[in-house]
Nanobody, 128 residues
Framework: QGQLVESGGGLVQPGGSLRLSCAAA????????IGWYRQAPGKEHEGISC????????IYADSVKARFMFSRDKAKNTVYLQMNRLKPEETATYYC?????????????????????WGRGTQVTVSS
C-alpha cells in the first residue's frame, strides 16, 4: 500500500510563509488529481487547491487565491504548497490527497470527499 506523507508545517507569524511538501511513496501521481485541503479545529474540511495532471491546470479556493501556489516535482514524486501571507484563521491541519478514480474529470470540485487517498496531515499554526 502506498502512502502520502505531508511535511513542512509549523508555527509561523501572521503574514509569514510556509512551504508544505507531500511525498508519495508507492502512489502514482500521474493520471491523477492531486489536492490540498485543511481542517481547522471545530470546522469542516476545506478544499484549497486542486491540480489535474490531465490538463495540468490548478484551481484554488477564493480564500487562498493569489497567496498559495501548487507545484510538483515529478522526479521526486512530490508535490508542494507554497503558502504566503498566512493568516491566524488559517491555523489548521493540512492534508494532501489523490484521486485517480475520477482523474479523467479533472478538477471539477475542491471538495475533499472526492479523494480516495490522503495523508495524515501536517499542522500549521499561524500566531504571533
Amino acid at each position: 500500500q502506498g502512502q502520502l506523507v505531508e511535511s513542512g508545517g509549523g508555527l509561523v507569524q501572521p503574514g509569514g510563509s510556509l512551504r508544505l511538501s507531500c511525498a508519495a511513496a508507492g502512489v502514482l501521481l500521474d493520471e491523477a488529481v492531486i489536492g490540498w485541503y485543511r481542517q481547522a479545529p471545530g470546522k469542516e474540511h476545506e478544499g484549497i487547491s486542486c491540480f489535474s495532471t490531465k490538463d495540468e491546470t490548478t484551481i484554488y479556493a477564493d480564500s487562498v487565491k493569489a497567496r498559495f501556489m501548487f507545484s510538483r516535482d515529478k522526479a521526486k514524486n512530490t508535490v508542494y504548497l507554497q503558502m504566503n501571507r498566512l493568516k491566524p484563521e488559517e491555523t489548521a491541519t493540512y492534508y494532501c490527497a489523490v484521486d485517480r478514480i475520477q482523474a479523467r474529470y479533472g478538477c471539477y470540485s475542491l471538495r475533499p470527499s472526492r479523494y480516495e487517498r490522503w495523508g495524515r496531515g501536517t499542522q500549521v499554526t499561524v500566531s504571533s
